[in-house]
């Protein structure tokens, strides 16, 4: 039986699904003209993505609606953990196969 990659990892519930994962902005794209994260953020910052099952990826944008909300406060894997909503949820969708 052949192993699943290793890029279908979810890196925040860190997950392995045979169906892949998406590419989530940590600084939402809508946000990369904002002057107020030009200012605070390098190109580099602007363009990093992590991947994310879909599962995870839906739960970050329903707990987290507000895309300047979350490119200031959940710009990182971490950050979006700690989130009381979406601990939750990873608590939750961890148990799921």
Known sequence: M?????????????????????AHHLIPRRC????????R???????QTVPL???CHSAVHEFVSDEKELGKHYATVDALRAHPAIARF???VRKQR
């Not at 990369?32 to 200012?39: L, S």
């Not at 953020?41 to 363009?47: D, S």
């Open 2 to 22: 052949d192993s699943i990659p290793l890029h279908n990892r979810c890196e925040l519930c860190e997950r392995t699904l045979i169906a892949g994962t998406t």
């Open 32 to 39: 990369h003209r904002v002057r107020w994260f030009r200012a």
């Open 41 to 47: 953020f390098t190109r580099e910052e602007l363009q």
């Open 53 to 55: 099952c879909r599962d």
């Open 90 to 92: 990873l608590t939750w």
